[in-house]
């Protein structure tokens, strides 16, 4: 499948007066992650209950892997998986049964069924837990479960809602593993966070989601270049080179002791193509150079969080 995975256009959603999705477009290309970046409350959950068919929007079309979902419910869900906020995982069944019990479900042959499920159980690394009840299970055991669960029935598209929220620093890295691996066989992964660095590390694009509008859509560093604070830092070998770099460049704020100039600007390839030009032209040799963005932090407090 290429092109489009997921597509939206005017999505609005409302619980009594409160509106909660306030006219949302998004178009997701197919085999990319996904990630939808927002604070608590800004909707999130609710965009993926309605992509994934759960909930029903007031307004708007989404079509997904190429079916409308208001007229053609079964045929998006065939194509999709949907890994919750809250995982699906039943405590009083083993990690095994919770496996086959999904394989029954979507009606896969028994011996089929028992090999996709140890097939599972071993990518995931559960397969030592498989027999003991899931109640015994640490929160990242259940995260994995719940996604493995997800991919029992091989669906072409993922949502996953928060998916390492809780995790620790290696479960988080080990689930990092298993989406990418996932991408790279050609799913594409509709993903929601807190984490502004499984964004970064994550995400072909990022959307952020405050007060249920999108505030902003791009790669990582496209949102990192809308925040003030980019600056490009050059190092002269001596105090002459910084005299004449500091005339050449107004605005610039220079540093005497570290013989560097601070230049803000955009942090983008022309802005510094464009400076680079200028010091040649006055044959300035440039010792060192550095490109500083802001991170995805900076840019999640400048855009997020403001009055309504
Ligand atoms: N079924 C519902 N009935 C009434 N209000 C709801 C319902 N579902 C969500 N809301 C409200 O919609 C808003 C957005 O909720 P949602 O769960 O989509 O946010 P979220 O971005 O996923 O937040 P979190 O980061 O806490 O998971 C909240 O104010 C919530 O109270
Ligand atoms: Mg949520």
Do not use: C
């Not at 030592?128 to 996604?147: F, H, Q």
């Not at 669906?155 to 809780?166: S, V």
């Not at 010091?279 to 840019?299: K, M, Q």
């Amino acid at each position: 499948m290429n092109g489009s995975a997921i597509a939206a256009t005017g999505l609005r959603k409302s619980y009594k007066d409160k509106v909660v999705l306030d006219g949302i477009d998004l178009d997701v290309r197919a085999g990319t992650i996904f990630a939808l970046l927002g604070p608590n409350g800004a909707g999130k959950t609710t965009t993926v209950n309605v992509l994934s068919t759960l909930v029903t929007p007031d307004a708007g079309t989404v079509v997904v892997a190429g079916h409308d979902v208001s007229t053609e419910t079964r045929a998006v869900r065939a194509a999709i998986g949907v890994t919750g906020q809250f995982a699906a995982v039943d405590d009083l069944l083993t990690g095994q049964e919770n496996l086959l019990m999904m394989a029954d479900l979507l009606h896969r042959p028994k011996a089929e069924g028992r090999r996709v499920v140890a097939g599972l159980l071993d990518r995931f690394e559960l397969t030592e837990a498989a027999a003991k009840p899931a109640s015994t299970y640490s929160g990242g055991m259940r995260r994995k479960l719940d996604l493995a669960m997800t991919l029992v029935g091989q669906p072409k598209i993922i949502f996953l809602d928060e998916p390492t929220t809780g995790l620790d620093p290696r479960s988080r890295r080990t689930m990092w593993e298993i989406i990418r691996e996932l991408v790279a066989d050609g799913t594409t992964i509709f993903l929601t966070t807190q984490y502004l660095d499984e964004a970064d590390q994550l995400a072909d694009r990022i959307a952020v989601l405050d007060h249920g509008r999108l505030v902003a859509e791009g790669t990582a560093a496209e949102l990192k270049r809308r925040v003030p604070g980019s600056h490009i830092r050059l190092r002269f070998a001596d105090r002459h080179e910084l005299d004449v770099a500091a005339q050449a460049l107004p605005g610039s704020t220079r540093d005497d002791d570290d013989l560097t100039l601070r230049v803000p600007g955009d942090g983008g390839v022309r802005s510094l193509r464009a400076l680079l030009d200028r010091l040649d032209a006055r044959s300035i040799d440039v010792e060192d150079l550095s490109v500083h963005t802001p991170d995805l932090d900076d840019v999640f407090l400048a855009l997020t969080g403001g009055p309504k």
